[in-house]
């Protein structure tokens, strides 16, 4: 089965809560029953100018970060990302952790909140780091494809999940064409980093800073999404997950089965009852 685009969306970059230099724009967060597994992906850079503290620690309970850093640095006390790193941290039942920000620096992020299953709504606290160096890469005739989560084109990457998730880094150079292999009833979506491509069976054409979501397949079985970049080199990152079709509360950090969990969340955190991730026990941070 080839996959094709569906929808094409442009969103708008709006300033950001870290402060001057900060511009955020949001890719995923208006509809959840067509975005699920996917709660929220921010695309946050910030071009920060002084030393005055931005960002800080702050809690989440009940679903995954993913994050990819692009630029910058970023990290606590026991771990800072560099350029290229990944890490997914299950919030689960409930962690703090901290992002500061606190030197002059050009930072670009790209974080996404991926939903657990109600079961595992309260899963321990953990958190996967997967740097750079370490990443499996497919460089072949002009395709270039890192491969941050899950399985994709023969490669494989070691971060464990919850959720069944790819999360892929491709560069094209000008004219080449990749031949993507993905299940074909994973909710699949594209953002261009770089240049412009023709995607899917139609060849739609999308541009940098753009979103593009492919058909669904309700059956299982393999599909393929064909990309290829025109006029220039190209980059773009994409997400594919298995949809859950679980409802969800969302409220500030937090999200819920239902909206009664979600008071119940912040009386945990106020109360100091959330660890840091940085003070988990070892085996729930880990090194890939």
Do not use: C
């Not at 000008?174 to 491509?197: C, E, H, Q, R, W």
């Not at 753009?210 to 006029?231: M, Y």
């Not at 119940?264 to 941070?285: D, F, K, N, S």
């Amino acid at each position: 089965m080839e996959r094709r685009l569906i929808r094409i969306e442009s969103p708008d970059a709006r300033p950001g809560f870290l402060g001057a230099g900060h511009m955020a724009r949001q890719l995923v967060g208006t509809n959840f029953t067509a975005s699920d597994p996917f709660i929220m992906l921010m695309d946050d850079v910030l071009d920060k100018k002084d030393f005055q503290p931005a960002g800080g620690p702050h809690p989440h309970a009940g679903f995954e970060t993913v994050s990819l850093l692009l630029e910058g640095e970023i990290g606590d006390e026991t771990y800072k990302m560099q350029p290229g790193d990944f890490q997914l941290m299950t919030a689960g039942s409930g962690v703090v952790h901290t992002e500061t920000i606190d030197r002059p620096m050009r930072l670009r992020l790209l974080q996404l909140w991926m939903n657990l299953p109600g079961k595992n709504r309260n899963a321990l606290p953990r958190v996967q780091d997967l740097p750079l160096a370490h990443v499996p890469v497919l460089d072949k005739n002009g395709v270039r494809i890192r491969l941050y989560s899950g399985s994709l084109n023969g490669l494989t990457a070691p971060v464990r999940h919850y959720v069944p998730l790819i999360v892929a880094d491709i560069a094209l150079e000008a004219g080449t064409t990749a031949l993507l292999d993905l299940p074909a009833s994973y909710n699949t979506f594209v953002y261009m980093l770089k240049g412009a491509i023709t995607a899917g069976a139609d060849a739609a054409l999308l541009r940098k800073e753009q979103v593009g979501w492919l058909d669904l397949f309700e059956k299982d079985g393999p599909s393929t999404l064909k990309v290829t970049a025109k006029g220039e080199d190209a980059r773009l990152v994409l997400y594919a997950g298995a949809p859950l079709h679980e409802k969800i509360v969302a409220h500030g950090p937090f999200i819920a089965d239902s909206a009664d969990a979600i008071p119940e969340l912040y009386h945990r955190y106020r109360a100091g009852r959330m660890p840091h991730i940085a003070t988990v026990p070892a085996e729930q941070r880990i090194l890939l």
